[in-house]
């Protein structure tokens, strides 16, 4: 589950959009849930997510994200992660936080369930900037 997790959060770096590894770790079943609600994002299949995360191609460059803490429940397959990005956009730099909860498959080779908390400020703050500057049109 550790060489997993760390192969999904930093699956992050890089330019979004460009490599689907972050896709591939997941079942085909994998539902991933967006935290806090109060952002309105709709949980997503991953076929869902892998459609949004080729939008996002060029908007966010230059990533970088590393795991912070790690704590794993090995029995019940699911692991808590801490992680950060900072990164380049359209608007300028991009820094976000965030947690992930996720569950695996009984080998620990795939992720079954993700839910993902994260820095709602700064991840509202660069959409709107997207939106106004028209990088970004419908998210």
Known sequence: MRKTSEA???S????WGDD???VDLR?????????????GVA???KLEFARYYRQLKGVVTESEMTMDDYMANVKERRIV??????AMSPVGP????????L?????????SDITEFLDSKSATELLTKLRDSGVLKGH
């Open 8 to 10: 999904f959060i930093h």
């Open 27 to 39: 079942t085909e079943d994998c539902e991933h849930t967006i935290l806090p609600a109060s952002l």
């Open 12 to 15: 992050f770096s890089g330019t």
């Open 81 to 86: 992660a801490l992680s950060s990005l900072t």
């Open 94 to 101: 991009y820094s976000n936080q965030y947690v992930w909860f």
């Open 103 to 111: 569950t695996f498959t009984e080998d620990g080779k795939q992720i």
């Open 43 to 45: 949980k997503r299949s």
């Open 20 to 22: 689907l590894a972050c």
